[in-house]
């Protein structure tokens, strides 16, 4: 008999290993390391490489979709919308290759009163980078006007890669611009350290006046604003490779770039007024070019290839759905589909948290109006992160104490097996 339970306990040890692995360790209470799935949120819908999803925070519940081909697409946020609707289809000015297409989207603050919304696109002939202005059709909400155009902004790309693209309002009403190196490999021509080009850069402009000879004015406080240096006066800040998504806390009013790397590291950034990133005299906080790194701003957070190959800038979690991530920065990788949350407290300490290994090839994140978090993949969908029901444990148990309340379980099973004259089937 005593070999019975003897033999039993290792089956009852690696069962209660499965059914309650957060026992083992540091105290846990609710959600661990790992416990989150990504979910498809629209199940009926998909889309062509997505790599962008935003609201127009207009309470109109919709959500809007950007294809890197050159389409905006338009729905409701229900997870039983039957269909999405094209917003604007601007495909035939569009240059869709490899890293070129319809990049960036973000609607004027004022949306729901003036029907306007910016686009960042690559152009061909010659190739560049265009932000442009687009109304929304009077009388159509679902449709916007494509015959609206009108160019803000124009900036020369010499290769095919590295065009940032992203496009946002911040607190303070301006709209900022990220901007990749203009591509190749390494930064040969220099852009990232060069103030007197846009590209590397993330830039700030007013879209509410026009000034100089420009349909966009330079606000006041720019870092460069009346420099008679010939730096340009839209930089906001610089040292950048490619800014491949930044947001703004919507809290905080903190900006959070996501900068790919070179070679060996993924770096996130907390963006400030007139500070220079490093690129491409360092790759995060190595060197990589050389010179002066006198005055560089290091990442708050760096990760090597071992982790993924791309990351994929994201968001501060401010919604309601998982309250357990509220502040943390949720990001990506493009190429190993891992997806973490950075924690980062008032003296800069970091502590950065693995929520899953989605299998995902995740191009953007997005937030709706209601600042819940959502992925886009190129398999065409849309996800959202969901956490795995697990229930509220005691505090920490010891691996000692796991093991003798294991094996207190298995005695007490066989006890009772055998006073009640139960068959012994499962022999536990």
């Known amino acids: 008999m005593k070999l019975r339970i003897l033999l039993g306990f290792p089956i009852v040890l690696i069962v209660s290993i499965l059914v309650f692995p957060a026992t083992l360790g540091s105290a846990v209470s609710g959600q661990v390391q790992g416990d989150y799935i990504v979910q498809a949120v629209f199940p009926q819908l998909t889309f062509n490489q997505p790599v962008g999803i935003l609201s127009a925070e207009d309470a109109s519940g919709r959500l809007f979709v950007i294809e890197q081909p050159g389409t905006i697409r338009v729905f409701q946020n229900s997870a039983n919308s039957p269909s999405s609707t094209v917003f604007l289809n601007i495909s035939d000015r569009v240059l869709f290759s490899g890293e070129q297409g319809l990049l960036g989207l973000a609607f004027n603050p004022d949306y729901a009163q003036n029907g306007f919304f910016y686009v960042d696109y690559v152009a061909a002939n010659p190739t560049r980078t265009i932000i442009a202005r687009y109304s929304v059709s009077s009388g159509t909400p679902n449709q916007a006007d494509k015959t609206s155009e009108f160019i803000l902004l124009e900036i020369p790309q010499p290769f095919a890669n590295h065009k940032g693209g992203q496009l946002a309002f911040g607190p303070d009403g301006y709209l900022y611009i990220g901007m990749g190196d203009g591509g190749s490999a390494g930064d040969p021509l220099g852009n990232g350290q060069n103030r007197s080009t846009l590209l590397g850069k993330i830039l700030r402009i007013d879209i509410n006046a026009a000034s100089a000879g ?215």
């Open 214 to 428: 420009l349909n966009y004015s330079i606000p006041s406080d720019n870092p460069f604003a009346g420099n008679v240096a010939g730096y340009r006066q839209e930089i906001y800040t610089y040292g950048f490779r490619n800014p491949w998504r930044f947001s703004f806390d919507s809290t905080k009013g903190q900006l959070w770039v996501g900068d790919v790397g070179q070679d060996r590291l993924e770096e996130i950034d907390v963006a400030q007024k007139g500070l220079n990133y490093g690129w491409n005299i360092m790759e995060g906080t190595l060197p990589y070019a050389g010179g002066n790194e006198v005055g560089l701003q290091l990442p708050v957070y760096e990760y090597n290839h071992t982790m993924g190959i791309a990351i994929i800038g994201g968001y501060v979690y401010r919604g309601a759905s998982n309250p357990e991530l509220d502040g943390a920065y949720i990001y990506g990788d493009y190429g190993s589909g891992k997806i973490w949350a950075l924690a980062l407290n008032s003296s800069g300490a970091v502590s950065n948290t693995q929520l899953t290994a989605s299998g995902l090839t995740i191009s953007s994140f997005g937030v709706d109006q209601a600042g819940e978090l959502y992925i886009c993949a190129f398999d065409g969908k849309i996800y959202q992160l969901a956490a795995s029901t697990i229930p509220e444990l005691l505090p920490s148990i010891t691996i000692a104490g796991f093991v003798a309340a294991t094996l207190f379980s298995a005695v007490a099973v066989r006890k009772r097996r055998l006073v009640s004259s139960l068959p012994e089937q499962g022999n536990l």
